[in-house]
């Protein structure tokens, strides 16, 4: 298993940007996929995008397609979500995540292997 740490997170105003970084341990970070969920409050944690592990294939949900662009870069052990066009509705605790396969991460956030901490975001309208 890989060990995540996010950051990045913090007060935006509505069409704002924000670029969060999850930055992994391990030397096994490049065998995968990584994902990005959010949680608001009082609502359930829900899948946001995922990326293949080289990156060569990236997947959105409807609601941040678009606005939102997920990226790796193998040799800092990082990915990264750059998130524009922000809106109030995009409010949350964001969680990176790690699973063997992007399916594990659009799926079911019960096959996730790795969690991070998580980092709020708050857009202000």
């Known amino acids: 298993q890989v060990q995540l740490v996010e950051s990045g997170g913090g007060l935006v105003q509505a069409g704002g940007s924000l670029t969060l970084s999850c930055a992994a341990s391990?030397?096994?970070?490049?065998?995968?996929?990584m994902g990005w969920f959010r949680q608001a409050s009082g609502k359930e944690r829900e899948f946001v995008t995922a990326?293949?592990?080289?990156?060569?294939?990236?997947f959105y949900t409807g609601t941040v397609k678009g606005r939102f662009t997920i990226s790796r870069d193998n040799a800092k052990n990082t990915v990264y979500l750059q998130m524009n066009s922000l809106k109030p509705e995009d409010t949350a605790v964001y969680y990176c995540?790690?699973?063997?396969?992007?399916?594990?991460?659009?799926?079911?956030?019960?096959?996730?292997?790795?969690w991070g901490q998580g980092t709020q975001v708050t857009v202000s309208s």
């Open positions: 990326i293949t592990w080289s990156g060569s294939s990236t």
């Open positions: 995540a790690a699973a063997r396969t992007t399916t594990q991460i659009m799926g079911d956030p019960r096959h996730v292997s790795s």
């Open positions: 391990g030397r096994t970070f490049s065998s995968y996929a």
